[in-house]
């Protein structure tokens, strides 16, 4: 048990030697803050901790220089006065204030060594940092409207992202909302969408609808708007024909077929017997049994209802303002109604499982060509979502 308590000790005290080595590392590489957390988490666990005092003076001497580096940071970055830097400045206050507010509640830490209280100097900059978030506010907001002013697709997201920026470092900032809304709709591309039925037959209204409702896509493209109906004040950038050009319906058909189920299957039993008639006995005395078996069959009569539609078009995108075809996809779906049911006659047993599923089944009367193409059409909807997925802008 000694030797278990020594074992102990020394693993614990190689731990917190690597401990204090990482954070010694950390500051010899510059990484102040990686120094200053390995710290704080240490002495908060045990005060009591052999290396707790080390752990005081590498807190000390990390708290310092991380200060320092940052304050010479601040005042170079307030000196170039640019744009970019604004942003920079805010975030290194945060730093200075986070990094002040995580040892704060450890204080006072003593060192017995050092024979004297850890000496952090803080400082209030709280005026600093909301000097510091005006500039980079304003910093962003300006940089949005140039964005803006540049009038193309591309620099209205840009704008976007950066006033979503600006919203997470201010909410309600001036007319940022509006502005968002802008960037938004002239950086985004607005497609229009139409259904041309070349096909001579008639396509159900509730298809079309399901088609062009493109809420139910879920293509999730923030900058790209599809339209089947022209909006007032849109400039369309693209378009595209779903173009119906085959219907082909198949007659309903009825086929009949059947065949024969034969099994041999046990059926009871018998007593054995010896030549004169006499039953045989075990040496228990109780009777021998012999399994009896039987032959048995059946005749299944099976009807099938066929009834087929494909459907078969293309998908082609164009350049609304240059007026030329961009590519074409083809786009075809076929939809089967098939039911199978089932009769027969004779012994029952002699039927396998799939049969007896089959006697379960019933005559279904066909469906209509309108909902033959309806249901085709969910096929169509799907691969054509495909391929606006594959060719979003």
Known sequence: MKAFYIL????????????????????????YDEAIELATKKLQKDKGAKEYDAHIRILEEAFLKAKDEDMLQIAFLKKEN?????????????????????????LPLYSNEMGRNANFIFSDYSNDLLAAKDAYVKSLYQEALVYMQRNTKQDYRS?????CELDEVQLNYKDVFQLKEDAHFQGSDFVFVTLNNHTGQFIPFRLEQDLLDFNTYGLDDFWTEYDSRREKGINYDLGIDLNFQTIQITPERI??????RNQRIKDGYDFRRDRGGN???????????????????????TTTQEKAVFVGGTVVYKDLNKRQQINSFPLSSEFVFR??????RGDRRALTAEDKKLLSNHFIPFP?????????????????????RNNSL
Do not use: H
């Open 159 to 163: 704008a976007f992202n950066v006033l």
């Open 8 to 31: 102990l000790f020394t693993a614990l005290f190689s731990i917190s030697c690597n401990s204090v080595k990482r954070s010694q590392k950390f500051i010899s590489q510059g990484n």
């Open 339 to 344: 039911n199978t049911y089932a009769t027969f």
């Open 279 to 301: 039953i045989v006995r075990d040496s228990l005395g109780n009777p021998i049994k012999i399994d009896r078996y039987i032959d048995i069959s059946a005749t299944v009569y």
């Open 368 to 388: 209509n060509n309108e909902q033959m193409v309806f249901d085709a059409g969910q096929d169509i909807k799907e691969r054509f979502k495909e391929i606006l």
């Open 255 to 260: 086929s009949d077929s059947q065949y024969n």
């Open 82 to 106: 640019s744009p970019s830097g604004a942003k920079e400045i805010y975030y290194t206050y945060l730093d200075l204030q986070s990094r002040q507010n995580l040892i704060r509640p450890l």
